[in-house]
């Protein structure tokens, strides 16, 4: 890479379905995270090995703890 910058398009999203992944804990806990984008850009003048586009994406992650009731 030459150290330049990448250029870019911001991809407007029309619509977006953000799940919570669980996990049950053997003390009883749930760990619940869920990503959440921000934003999406396609990389211009780049490729996949199989000829598809490049994305970049910004996320976060939310995460939530559920203590054991017992």
Do not use: C, F, H
């Not at 398009?9 to 804990?25: F, G, I, N, P, R």
């Amino acid at each position: 890479m030459d150290g330049g910058s990448v250029t870019s398009d911001e991809v407007e999203v029309l619509s977006a379905k953000e799940a919570w992944s669980e996990y049950q804990l053997a003390d009883g806990t749930v760990l619940r995270v869920k990503p959440i984008v921000i934003g999406i850009t396609r990389v211009l003048d780049a490729q996949t090995a199989d000829g598809g586009p490049v994305y970049n994406m910004k996320s976060t992650l939310i995460s939530d703890v559920r203590p054991s009731r017992g």
